[in-house]
């Protein structure tokens, strides 16, 4: 039952995401879905063992894929699809712990939990970038 809870919960989140946005109000269910696969695919690497870092990795490079596949489907810019679907993976309640830990003189603690939101940035930003190299390489060895 969780799993199902996490996945309406990161469909709910994607699409009022693209809502602040100003995401077309037709588009905001693909948002969601975007949101949604990355998510279940976050959770069933953690689940399957892998590390954070690799799943965000994975998670990312879905949600960028998908989110090709609905620009070109739909005709939309990919940037609708890639803001709204990484935003369940973005570090933000860890960062948030970091901050708080700062606040509270508790150093080690929040380093720890600063570097680990820096890694999952850095993750998320490596996973779009080389997600539309490849897209990109793909497209034109398909033109040749």
């Known amino acids: ?3 199902v809870e996490q996945l309406i919960t990161s469909f709910i989140a994607s699409a009022a ?9 037709r588009m905001l269910l693909q948002c969601g879905s975007v949101g949604m696969a990355g998510w279940f695919m976050y959770m069933c690497c953690v689940q399957l063992g ?8 994975i998670a990312v490079v879905v949600v960028t894929v998908i989110s090709q ?8 810019p990919i940037i609708v699809f890639n803001v709204s679907g990484i935003i369940p993976l973005v570090p933000g309640g860890i960062a948030y712990d970091a901050m708080r830990n700062v606040v509270e003189n508790n150093y080690n603690a929040a ?9 999952l940035s850095g993750t998320i930003a490596i996973g779009l ?7 990109q390489l793909l497209r034109k060895s398909a033109r040749r």
């Open 1 to 3: 039952m969780m799993w």
């Open 17 to 25: 995401f693209g809502l602040i946005f100003n995401v077309p109000k």
């Open 50 to 57: 892998v590390d954070v870092v690799p799943s965000t990795l």
């Open 69 to 76: 596949l609905f620009a070109r489907m739909y005709k939309t």
């Open 111 to 119: 380093l720890e939990l600063g570097f680990r939101a820096f890694m």
């Open 129 to 135: 970038v080389l997600s539309e190299v490849v897209n």
